[in-house]
């Protein structure tokens, strides 16, 4: 875990920490004469980068991306390729260089003043040795209870804790400072093979080569496995690259299975198909009321989300005990090589293919006219812009402060084609927030994340395709159906549903009850203190009792409610 403070106006010398505070919990920086690295890293495609700084394979992840600094200098980005967050602290220079993965799988928080840095990979270690960093955001606080989409890339609750975003990197120097984007995935170029065929295949190569560096080091590694292509697909490849390395079985964890009170499964279905093929055994530890309780209850400003652990904890309390140290997880596959093709219809339309499109729509006078209408929606699509008024009522921000977040900005989705969907929805932020909330979750239990389809090769290779990679008559996400393992079956192969209507009704007969507990704490809380003042409690707590066919209803609401107010 990344934690410690540097004194900002260095110079030459090698920079000592300053902070007023003793840092119990500091990490341990790597040095090299004038230079310093603290580093939470994987860094991937080491047999090249090594070769090309000409140094042992055996060198440590830390070190190799300070030789990549030292080699390139800021640039050093450019050729680094894995999950990281770290700060090389250069006293020959007098600068201090700090760098997140693209897609941000490394948490990497930071509070910056005239006189120092401090950086830690989680927020609540930060506030406990700065007390004076404890100062929320009000307007961030607002939103956040105004939309249950709002997410942002580099601000948190607090007015002076920031996120470094996902593929940025930040230089401290002379007295400035200075923000680069330096994974700019919009000028990915066009990619043009001959055939099909090509395409799959550097498609299945890459992906092969994305979980063998994901699993370097993994002494017991497992996957999710949720029926779904992505998941599937994974634990397919983790099952073949174990077995070919003389190793165990992936262990294999479902949110749900085998609920007898449903009349429709699917997902199980879906599980139960994967798991006879791929020979894995599959576990869904079950989510516990008194747990549930307990992650509504934790200040949400300062741990991970509710949300992202409802099911999750539970798999990372069996999987510690188990002696598992890495997950796979299929997340983030749906802003890449999994995408399901949305803006392809826009694209077709905008430069007026019509026979391509009408095939979209089903064929025919019908499916053009179809086709156009998808077209144009795509194109002139808006979403997330502003949070409206009207959708606020709903929520359960205090009315008194409805005005302040009736236009705050949202940032909006272009989808007029699909290398624009998949920049704009990665760049919202939402996918590094789980990847952040399961890091810092993860790691109390000795487990790291690992999320193979947002390897940044993979990542650019998606960006790079053409739409009917993605689209076809019939067909969504047609490159990742293609490419998956033969022996999967054709009941997985064409699973096209993301709903898991199953899975979420046994969660909610879980949810519920630990709400309504929730309800009976507020209510019986004497001082909620002054985050008390951002919520319509009398409101929360009336609706966290309603009935229970009316439970569903803004749920997303309640618990980030809950997880914000302190009781």
Known sequence: ????????????????????????????????????????????????????????????????????????????TDHLLGDYAFVIADAERGRIFCARDHVGARPFFYALDGKSLRVCSEIAPLIDAFPELDELDPEFAAAFLASNRFSSASRTFYKNIHKLPAGHSLTLENGSQRLTRYWQNETVAPLRLSSDAEYVDAARSLFETAVADRLRGASRPAVHLSGGLDSTAIAAEVAKYQAAHGASEPAAYAWYLHATDEAADDETRWIAAAQAALGLKVVAPPAEESAIVAVLRADGCKVPAALNLLHENSIQKHASEAGVDTILSGWGGDEG???????????????????????????????????????????????????????????????????????????????????????????????????????????????????????????????SLPGHMFMRPGVRRWIMRQMLDPKLPDLVRHNSSKLETARVNSLFKIVRPAMMTCADLLESSSDLGPRADFVDIPKLINDLRGPEEGFPKNFSHKRRALQFLLF
């Open 337 to 463: 090589l999994s995408f399901n093709g949305r803006g392809y219809q826009a694209q077709l339309f905008t430069s007026l293919r019509w026979a391509e499109l009408a095939a979209l729509g089903g064929g025919g006078p019908v499916g053009l006219a179809r086709g156009l209408k998808r077209g144009f929606g795509e194109w002139k699509a808006d979403p997330l812009s502003r949070i409206e008024p009207k959708s606020i009522a709903n929520t359960y921000l205090a009315p008194d402060l409805a005005g302040s977040v009736a236009l705050a900005g949202l940032p909006a989705l272009s989808f007029k084609n699909p290398k624009s969907a998949m920049v704009s929805l990665i760049g919202i932020g939402g996918t590094a927030e789980r990847m952040e909330d399961w890091a810092i979750s993860g790691r109390a239990h000795g487990i790291k994340y690992a999320y193979p389809l947002l390897d940044r090769r993979i990542m650019e290779f998606a960006l």
């Open 1 to 76: 875990m990344l934690f410690l403070e540097l004194d900002r106006c260095f110079r030459h010398g090698a920079p000592e920490a300053a902070a007023p505070t003793p840092l119990d919990r500091a990490s341990i920086p790597f040095a090299r004469g004038p230079y310093r690295i603290w580093a939470d890293a994987r860094i991937d495609d080491r047999t090249n980068i090594v070769a090309a700084l000409g140094l042992s394979a055996s060198i440590g992840d830390p070190e190799l991306a300070l030789e990549a600094y030292l080699r390139w200098g800021e640039a050093c």
